[in-house]
C-alpha cells in the first residue's frame, strides 16, 4: 500500500534557528511529490512540485528536495510567519487514475 | 478573488439529515478533487473529476457520499443519512489537467461540517 509519512509531527524553532522537515514515502508510480502549507481553518497552499530524485526548488526561507525514497524541506532563519502546517504529498498513477496522497503534516511553530 | 471558492463555508445538521456542499473550482482548471480532512490528519482523497467525468470514486468514503461535475464547472458533494463521524472539513482542489497527472492543486478554504 502506497504511503507518505511525514516526521517529526511538531516542531517548535526559535527564530531564526534552521532546520528541516522530512516526508518518506513508498509508492509505485510516482508522479510528482508536492509540499503545501495549511494555516490553521484554511485550505492547504501549494509550495512546491519535485518531479524527480535530484531536484530542488527553493523560495524565500524555504528549499525542498527530493530523493528516491524521501523529500526535505529545509527552512533557514524562519520568522514567526513561517509558523503553519507543512503537509506532504505523492500523486500516483492507478489504473489510468491519478491517487493523491497525503501525509499528516508536521506543525511547525517558529517563536520570536 | 479568482481561487477555488467553496460553500457554505460551515454546515450544522443534525444526524440523519442529508447535506450537499458546493465547489466552483479555478475556471481554467479541468480537473477538481474532494477531500476529507479530519483534525491532526493531513487531506484524504475521496473523488475527482476531469471535466464533467468522475474518474476515480472507489475511495468515496460509502454510498451515502456522492459526487456531481455536472457540465464540467463547478461541483456537489453530497452525503445522505449523515452519522457523528461525518464531522469534519470537506476539501475542494482544481489543477490542470495533464498526461503525466502532476499538475499541483489549488485548494478552497474548504466546509466545516458538524453533525449534532
Known amino acids: 500500500e502506497d504511503q507518505v509519512t511525514q516526521s517529526p509531527e511538531a516542531l517548535r524553532l526559535q527564530e531564526g534557528e534552521s532546520s528541516s522537515l522530512n516526508c518518506s514515502y513508498t509508492?509505485?508510480?510516482?508522479?510528482?511529490l508536492f509540499w503545501y502549507r495549511q494555516d490553521p481553518g484554511k485550505g492547504p497552499e501549494f509550495l512546491f512540485t519535485?518531479?524527480?530524485a535530484g531536484e530542488e526548488k527553493e523560495k524565500e526561507r524555504l528549499k525542498a528536495t527530493l530523493t528516491k525514497k524521501e523529500s526535505f524541506l529545509h527552512i533557514t532563519a524562519p520568522k514567526p510567519e513561517d509558523s503553519a502546517t507543512y503537509l506532504c504529498?505523492?500523486?500516483?498513477?492507478?489504473?489510468?487514475?491519478?491517487?493523491?496522497?497525503f501525509g499528516r503534516g508536521t506543525s511547525l511553530i517558529v517563536h520570536p | 478573488d479568482t481561487g477555488v471558492s467553496q460553500d457554505p463555508r460551515h454546515k450544522i445538521t443534525k444526524r440523519g439529515q442529508n447535506v450537499t456542499f458546493r465547489c466552483d473550482p479555478i475556471?481554467?482548471?479541468?480537473?477538481l478533487y474532494w477531500y476529507r480532512q479530519t483534525l491532526g490528519q493531513g487531506p484524504e482523497f475521496l473523488t475527482y473529476?476531469?471535466?464533467?467525468?468522475?474518474?476515480?470514486k472507489s475511495r468515496l468514503l460509502s454510498d451515502r457520499f456522492s459526487a456531481e461535475r455536472p457540465k464540467g464547472s463547478f461541483s456537489t458533494l453530497e452525503i445522505q443519512r449523515t452519522e457523528q463521524g461525518d464531522s469534519a472539513m470537506y476539501l475542494c482542489?482544481?489543477?490542470?489537467?495533464?498526461?503525466?497527472?502532476?499538475?499541483?492543486?489549488?485548494f478552497g478554504d474548504g466546509t466545516r461540517l458538524s453533525i449534532l
Open positions: 509508492v509505485s508510480g510516482l508522479r510528482g
Open positions: 519535485l518531479y524527480s
Open positions: 473529476f476531469q471535466n464533467e467525468a468522475q474518474l476515480e
Open positions: 504529498a505523492v500523486q500516483v498513477s492507478s489504473g489510468g487514475s491519478y491517487i493523491p496522497t
Open positions: 482542489a482544481s489543477s490542470l489537467g495533464s498526461r503525466a497527472g502532476n499538475q499541483p492543486q489549488h
Open positions: 475556471s481554467e482548471h479541468n480537473r
